[in-house]
């Protein structure tokens, strides 16, 4: 189970367990997405955190095949949602996971252990994910970077040459797969993911505490009242709180891409790098290289904007969202009936923040951003943190690489076949000297 920052989805996996681990390729057969908000959403009312389980765990007892359930190990991983509630309360933290684990402890399967994931295991393991997927790894191809977008953190993991990891270990994660070596580049940022960077940006804008913002990722004719104590609730802006604001301020929508782009550009700290080269804030981040595969938050705003296809020029693209941001708000409801208001209001800021973080943090160029695919699913299964983690926990990937044999397997059947037929009429032929004699001896006159 995924326990995000804005939701919590159980992914079931699938893989043949009577052959040898390194032949049988493992698949999603299904995802279950909770109710309600992120168990972290639960902190004033943990047990609900673990009642809200209930319904996607009792769809996997209708997906795993019953004399199974025993030996199927379910595991739980949190994300940056947790990591901020435990920052902020870690008694409320803890009374979180007491309540997720008595809920999941109820169930038949071989519950392994809820706990909070490290921002590395969630960009290695995302990494991995998508190479997996991709078949990379077993046969030792040039891998693919990951970029996961969530709530609360962002990460970013990849392989470049000349990064031996030493100028910051905590930036580096070793494995051995299937027989070759990788040194994987991975950080994640945490307070970086969409939801917790729009609340920096909006603290940065309201810093004075005014009665009205107005804010340019909004579309214009957006207005909307909300609340200074509920924008500033979160460890990733809580210090900037300004001490004299009202109760509420009018959140005003004006709809202008390149002053929002200031905007998102003001939540990146630039100035100071004590390594060879850095991202943002100080962060060591070696040359970008090779492909990349972008999901989670990354797909679905740039699937909804229809931005998916980076052979059209970043010019091209930074144009059209341009556009999308000066349409009127009314205008943008009508067209899309079915959107979830809150996401809808939020995907010309979603763009930007992607475009920019991209491009001014990550130092994506208009010729390297055609190197990143927005993908959300890899074979049926999808992008995501899970299936690495997954795949670790239960030995999935061997660290050498599996003999190879000489023949297929239908091969190897056929060929012994024959040798055992040649060998049954060797034994036949050999047994001849017993073989009766005819009665009938030719007459010698
Ligand atoms: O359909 C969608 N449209 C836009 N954003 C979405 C959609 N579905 C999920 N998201 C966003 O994707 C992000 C997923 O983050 P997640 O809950 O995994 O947080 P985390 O990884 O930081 O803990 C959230 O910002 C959520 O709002
Ligand atoms: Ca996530």
């Not at 004719?221 to 609340?227: F, I, L, S």
């Not at 290289?289 to 938050?297: C, E, I």
């Not at 229809?306 to 020029?313: A, F, G, H, I, M």
Request: one cysteine or more; charged letters at 20%; glycine letters at 8%.
């Amino acid at each position: 189970m995924d326990a995000g920052s804005s939701h919590t989805a159980l992914y079931i996996y699938e893989w043949p367990a009577e052959k040898d681990n390194n032949t049988g390729r493992v698949e999603q057969t299904h995802l279950c997405k909770v109710k309600g908000p992120g168990i972290s959403s639960y902190a004033s009312a943990p047990v609900k955190a673990g009642e809200s389980l209930r319904l996607c765990m009792e769809e996997a007892k209708q997906w795993v095949p019953g004399k199974r359930h025993h030996q199927t190990p379910l595991y739980l991983g949190a994300t940056a949602g947790m990591r901020l509630l435990n920052m902020a309360n870690s008694s409320a933290s803890d009374k979180v996971f007491q309540a997720v684990e008595g809920a999941l402890q109820k169930f038949p399967f071989s519950y392994q252990g809820a706990k909070i994931i490290s921002g590395q295991d969630e960009g290695a393991f995302g990494w991995i994910t998508v190479n997996y997927l991709d078949e990379r790894l077993k046969q030792g191809l040039e891998t693919r970077g990951a970029l996961d977008l969530g709530g609360a953190s962002t990460q970013i993991s990849f392989v470049s040459d000349n990064y031996d990891g030493s100028e910051s270990p905590s930036n580096s994660v070793t494995f051995r797969l299937y027989g070759n070596d990788y040194n994987l580049y991975t950080h994640s940022f945490l307070c970086y993911g969409k939801d917790q960077s729009l609340r920096m940006m909006q603290a940065h804008q309201s810093q004075a505490g005014p009665a009205t913002v107005l804010d340019p990722c909004f579309h214009p004719g957006y207005t909307a009242t909300k609340n200074y104590s509920v924008l500033y609730d979160s460890p990733c802006v809580s210090d900037r709180k300004p001490k004299d604001a009202p109760d509420t301020f009018t959140h005003i929508g004006i709809g202008d891409f390149l002053q929002c782009q200031a905007a998102v550009k003001s939540v990146f700290n630039f100035t100071s790098c004590k390594y060879s080269r850095c991202s943002f804030n100080g962060v060591l981040q070696p040359l970008l290289q090779g492909p990349y595969g972008a999901f989670s938050a990354y797909y679905f705003v740039m699937n909804f904007l229809n931005l998916t296809d980076t052979s059209v020029p970043l010019e091209d693209v930074k144009e059209k969202l341009k556009r999308y941001c000066a349409t009127n708000w009314d205008q943008i409801m009508q067209q899309h009936p079915e959107v979830k208001l809150k996401y809808l209001a939020e995907y010309c800021f979603s763009g930007t923040y992607i475009l920019t973080l991209l491009t001014e943090g990550y130092n994506f160029t208009s010729e390297s951003y055609s190197d990143i695919k927005f993908i959300k699913k890899i074979k049926g299964s999808d992008a995501g943190w899970t299936l690495g983690y997954m795949l670790n926990l239960t030995n999935m990937i061997p660290a050498e690489a599996p003999d190879t044999p000489l023949l297929p397997h239908p091969g190897y059947v056929s060929v012994v076949s024959v040798i055992a037929v040649l060998l049954f009429i060797l034994f036949i032929v050999s047994l001849r000297p017993l073989w009766p004699r005819c009665s009938k001896q030719p007459q010698i006159v």
